[in-house]
Nanobody, 117 residues
Framework: QVQLVESGGGLVQPGGSLRLSCAAS????????MGWFRRAPGKEREFVAV???????TYADSVKGRFTLSRDNAKNTVYLQMNSLIPEDTAVYFC???????????WGQGTQVTVSS
């Protein structure tokens, strides 16, 4: 069993920044990938960014150049630095991870990000 706990969400003005954190704990032998999805009001969950075990990072086109994903392997934690935020970034952000040996998927419960003037 793996638990994912997000933090760092909040209310920010357009053009502002937030830094999200996701810490994994529990029965972890090796993390395969960690990343972020988001769900805006009335929308389906949307991919944001992911980092593989080998350190390869992929971003959605909508956030490329504005968001930066990083990882602290010793803490089993990923960070999402969000800059130049726009109202369209408003969503609940969900951390996810897959854990070896089965690449079992786990999800956090989400953290609210609201971008509004």
């Amino acid at each position: 069993q793996v638990q994912l706990v997000e933090s760092g969400g909040g209310l920010v003005q357009p053009g502002g920044s937030l830094r999200l954190s996701c810490a994994a704990s529990g029965s972890i032998f090796s993390i395969n990938v960690m990343g972020w999805f988001r769900r805006a009001p009335g929308k389906e969950r949307e991919f944001v960014a992911v980092i593989t075990k080998g350190g390869i990072i992929t971003y959605a086109d909508s956030v490329k150049g504005r968001f930066t994903l990083s990882r602290d392997n010793a803490k089993n934690t990923v960070y999402l630095q969000m800059n130049s935020l726009i109202p369209e970034d408003t969503a609940v952000y969900f951390c996810y991870s897959t854990v070896m040996p089965r690449a079992t998927a786990y999800w956090g419960q989400g953290t609210q990000v609201t971008v509004s003037s």
